[in-house]
C-alpha cells in the first residue's frame, strides 16, 4: 500500500465510516489519479481496516489523459460494487468521461462519493466537519425550501439575484450523508435544485469551477460580472479577460450550456472561506449557481446540457419568500 501522512487519516475515516457508511460486506470501487494517489491510500487504508471488499483503479494505468471516455475496466467493476468513490483531479474535456460513470452509479443506485479535485488542505478542513450537525442543519433548510415560491440574493460585491421556483423540480440535499437516491460531493453539505428561472447579477468573487478552478483559483480581486435573463447568461466581464473569454466560450460550448441548471446553498458550517477549489468552496455557506447540466434525473429537469461550471460567491445575505434564512453568510435557522 502507498505511503502517506496521517493527518489525512481522519478525512477518510469521516468519508468512510460516517459519508457513505460502509458495511465490510459491501464491493467498494475506489477511483483515483496519481496526483490524488496519496489520498487515496489513506481511504484504502480505511477499507482495509473495515473489512471491506475493494478495488483501486489508477487512472493513468488505464488510459491518456485527458480521459475520452471512462475506461472500460472501472465502468466494469462499478457493475458489481455498492460504494464508490472517485478521488481524482479533473482535466480539461473530461465531464464526458465523468457522466459515463455517473450514469452507471445512478442506475445501479451506487452510494458514491465524488471527490473530484480532492486536495490535502480538503482533507484536513472540510472533510473533518461534523457532518451529522451539517446534515441536520440541510435538513432544516429543505424544509424551508421545499415550501418557498422566489429565493432572493444578495452580496457586497454586487449580487443581486431572484429564483423563481419550477414546483415540479425537486430540491434535494447532499449534505455529506451519502445515500444510494443520490450520489454526492465530498466535502458535502449543500441543498439544491434545477431553478425555474434566475433573473439578475451574480458576481463570483468566489470561484469558477471545472477545470477553470485550477486555472484561475480564488477571484476576490478579478472578480467576474455576470449578468443573467431568463434563466440565460447574457453577458460576462471582468478584469481578468482572460477569465471573462474563456469562461463564456465555456458557457456556449452547447445550446444549453449558458442556462441556470443548478440553484444551489451550501450548508457545511465547517467551511469558514473560499480556498481556491470549487470541491469545498461551494460548500461554503452561502449561494452558488452553475450553468450547464441540471442533473435532470435528481431534480426532474427536462433539459439536458453537455457541460455545468460552478460559480460561487462570497458573504450572502438570502431570502426565501419574505423570510430571511442567512445574513452576511450566517444562517438564521
Keep these: 500500500?502507498?505511503?502517506?501522512?496521517?493527518?489525512?487519516?481522519?478525512?477518510?475515516?469521516?468519508?468512510?465510516?460516517?459519508?457513505?457508511?460502509?458495511?465490510?460486506?459491501?464491493?467498494?470501487?475506489?477511483?483515483?489519479?496519481?496526483?490524488?494517489?496519496?489520498?487515496?491510500?489513506?481511504?484504502?487504508?480505511?477499507?482495509?481496516?473495515?473489512?471491506?471488499?475493494?478495488?483501486?483503479?489508477?487512472?493513468?494505468?488505464?488510459?491518456?489523459?485527458?480521459?475520452?471516455?471512462?475506461?472500460?475496466?472501472?465502468?466494469?467493476?462499478?457493475?458489481?460494487?455498492?460504494?464508490?468513490?472517485?478521488?481524482?483531479?479533473?482535466?480539461?474535456?473530461?465531464?464526458?468521461?465523468?457522466?459515463?460513470?455517473?450514469?452507471?452509479?445512478?442506475?445501479?443506485?451506487?452510494r458514491h462519493a465524488h471527490m473530484v479535485n480532492i486536495e490535502k488542505r480538503i482533507m484536513l478542513e472540510g472533510m473533518r466537519a461534523d457532518y451529522e450537525a451539517v446534515d441536520a442543519l440541510s435538513v432544516r433548510l429543505l424544509e424551508v425550501m421545499r415550501k418557498a415560491r422566489v429565493v432572493r440574493a444578495v452580496s457586497p460585491a454586487g449580487t443581486d439575484i431572484t429564483s423563481r421556483v419550477n414546483p415540479e423540480y425537486a430540491w434535494l440535499k447532499t449534505s455529506g450523508i451519502i445515500s444510494e437516491n443520490t450520489w454526492g460531493n465530498l466535502p458535502g453539505g449543500e441543498v439544491w435544485t434545477t431553478p425555474g428561472e434566475v433573473n439578475g447579477v451574480f458576481v463570483v468573487d468566489g470561484v469558477v469551477g471545472d477545470y477553470l478552478c485550477a486555472k484561475y483559483g480564488d477571484l476576490r480581486e478579478t472578480p467576474l460580472t455576470l449578468r443573467i435573463r431568463a434563466n440565460r447568461l447574457v453577458s460576462a466581464s471582468s478584469p481578468n479577460k482572460e477569465l471573462e473569454d474563456e469562461f463564456w466560450r465555456y458557457c456556449h460550448t452547447d445550446e444549453n450550456s449558458d442556462a441556470v441548471g443548478e440553484f444551489a446553498i451550501g450548508t457545511n458550517i465547517g467551511v469558514r472561506d473560499v480556498i481556491g477549489n470549487i470541491l469545498q468552496d461551494e460548500k461554503l455557506p452561502g449561494v452558488h449557481i452553475a450553468f450547464g447540466n441540471p442533473y435532470g434525473d435528481h431534480t426532474g429537469a427536462k433539459w439536458h446540457s453537455s457541460t455545468h461550471i460552478d460559480v460561487v460567491g462570497r458573504e450572502f445575505s438570502v431570502w426565501a419568500d419574505e423570510r430571511q434564512i442567512m445574513q452576511d453568510g450566517k444562517f438564521l435557522l
Excluded: Y
Design 1 to 110: 500500500m502507498i505511503a502517506f501522512d496521517a493527518e489525512l487519516t481522519p478525512g477518510a475515516r469521516n468519508a468512510v465510516r460516517t459519508c457513505l457508511r460502509i458495511q465490510p460486506s459491501e464491493k467498494v470501487t475506489l477511483i483515483t489519479d496519481l496526483r490524488s494517489r496519496e489520498i487515496a491510500a489513506a481511504i484504502e487504508a480505511e477499507l482495509a481496516d473495515l473489512g471491506a471488499p475493494h478495488r483501486v483503479f489508477v487512472l493513468e494505468e488505464l488510459s491518456p489523459r485527458p480521459l475520452t471516455d471512462m475506461p472500460e475496466a472501472v465502468l466494469e467493476d462499478l457493475e458489481s460494487s455498492q460504494v464508490s468513490i472517485f478521488a481524482v483531479v479533473a482535466q480539461q474535456h473530461e465531464l464526458r468521461s465523468r457522466m459515463q460513470m455517473t450514469d452507471v452509479v445512478n442506475r445501479r443506485k451506487i
